[in-house]
């Protein structure tokens, strides 16, 4: 299903029947670098998306099978100084943090290079499904750079000392290692890919919108609440959730079933 959308630079929008919205990274070389008109596109695009009240979930990928994202743009990066160097990585936690703050599922396709700014970019999505071809790293050291905004992300994905080896030599894991890690939730064929990400969406739209949304902004909370806060806030999640009939909607055909 085709729908008539604002146009954002380097962002690509679809939208099925079911609304589940695709972000697809254009016009961004081969291997989707993100060099700042990207990151400023993509971010005004994800910003537009948050604000959908029809939006059910958000499958964020690149232009073609080589690679999710590769990487920063390198060629910016030499030229700046460190005043620029300070607007120029504000962009890539902006663009990372409108991500994080989706109202929604948000599922990182990733078919080849998931690399530097590109894993952070994953990292910031919920659920990450990657092809037996992907390849992952944070080679920012061996430009003489750290990794830094949501690089902070991994520790809380893959560990500490998984962390310390992929920032501290700067090379690249398989996909294999990936998902050994817990960096990626399933690893699958290429020609599989779709219908992975296909089999991750299916539950998630065919569950109540409103639960799905109140569940992802509890998730958000518990990662940085206190065990006692984050029971609180479940307790009142849970009376909201019987605040309209959706529970009562979607218990009536187990009710059904087993009646």
């Not at 990207?38 to 604000?51: D, I, K, P, S």
């Not at 061996?142 to 520790?155: H, N, Y």
Request: glycine content about 8%.
């Amino acid at each position: 299903m085709t729908d008539s959308f604002p146009v954002f630079d380097h962002a690509q929008l679809q939208r099925d029947a079911r609304g589940v919205y695709t972000l697809t990274i254009v016009d961004a070389k081969s291997l989707n670098i993100l060099g700042t008109p990207v990151l400023r596109g993509l971010t005004e695009a994800l910003h537009w998306l948050a604000a959908r009240d029809d939006i059910r979930a958000l499958v964020l990928r690149g232009s073609g099978e080589r690679a999710f994202v590769a990487g920063a743009n390198i060629h910016e990066m030499a030229e700046l100084d460190s005043e620029r160097a300070r607007v120029f990585i504000t962009g890539v936690r902006e663009l990372c943090a409108a991500v994080q703050a989706m109202p929604v599922p948000t599922i990182a396709r990733i078919p080849g290079y998931c690399l530097g700014a590109g894993l952070e970019l994953a990292a910031s999505c919920d659920i990450r499904l990657a092809s037996t071809q992907a390849v992952f790293g944070m080679p920012e050291v061996r430009v003489g750079l750290p990794s830094v905004v949501q690089a902070a992300l991994l520790p809380g994905l893959i560990g500490q000392g998984a962390t310390n080896w992929l920032l501290l030599t700067g090379e690249n894991v398989d996909a294999a290692q990936a998902l050994n890690w817990k960096l990626v939730e399933f690893v699958c064929a290429p020609e599989e890919l779709d219908a992975q990400v296909e089999a991750t969406v299916a539950p998630i739209v065919a569950s109540g919108p409103r639960a799905i949304r109140s569940q992802k902004q509890l998730l958000r909370y518990w990662r940085h609440a206190s065990l006692t806060a984050a029971m609180d806030r479940s307790v009142d999640h849970f009376g909201a959730a019987f605040s309209d009939d959706e529970p009562a909607r979607y218990m009536a055909p187990f009710i059904k079933r087993r009646g």
